[in-house]
């Protein structure tokens, strides 16, 4: 089974997203765009996991979101990984908050002492919108909405691959209530 664990973002911000991604196929062309009920912060991707294993990293997660409260942030940005002018990713970038990182931080650790592999690149907060299919190029970030809202749920995710793309399905739900 295919996992990753996801900072939930709330339905009117998804709302709000969904629209800009409406707004950018008009002007982007070769980008597969994610759809309302994809929309999340990647917190970290498990990848193919045994099902005996989803007890061992639900109850590592009820532990660790104990020791959070609701995470306020805000829409940022418009941008691409590596960049703009050869995206591979497009995304929306959050506003800093230090407890975010931490959190993902201390999610890494505690996975890496039961056997999965720590993620090498930085954390960048954002929400996957969009995966270029063709060479692209785009010259500036798009203006979008600065929103400000709070991510209140972690979720463990299955994500299954179909010829017509994934689909994601909570496994488990955690929410932020310190």
Request: proline share 5%.
């Amino acid at each position: 089974m295919r996992l990753f664990i996801a900072a939930l973002i709330p339905e009117d911000i998804r709302t709000l997203l969904t629209n800009y991604i409406n707004f950018l196929k008009h002007n982007i062309d070769g980008v597969k765009w994610e759809k309302f009920e994809k929309l999340h912060v990647t917190l970290k991707f498990l990848g193919d996991i045994d099902e005996s294993r989803v007890n061992e990293i639900s109850n590592l997660l009820e532990k660790l979101v104990h020791n959070y409260s609701p995470f306020n942030t805000s829409i940022l940005d418009f941008g691409g990984f590596p960049d703009l002018k050869n995206p591979k990713v497009l995304y929306i970038g959050l506003s800093h908050n230090s407890e975010l990182p931490k959190f993902q931080n201390e999610l890494e650790k505690s996975l890496s002492e039961i056997g999965f592999e720590k993620e090498k690149r930085r954390f960048i907060p954002h929400i996957t919108v969009g995966r270029v299919k063709k060479r692209i190029h785009i010259k500036e970030s798009l203006p979008i909405t600065q929103s400000i809202f709070d991510i209140t749920q972690i979720g463990l995710i299955k994500s299954e691959l179909r010829p017509e793309g994934s689909v994601y399905t909570p496994l488990k739900l955690f929410k932020l209530e310190k």
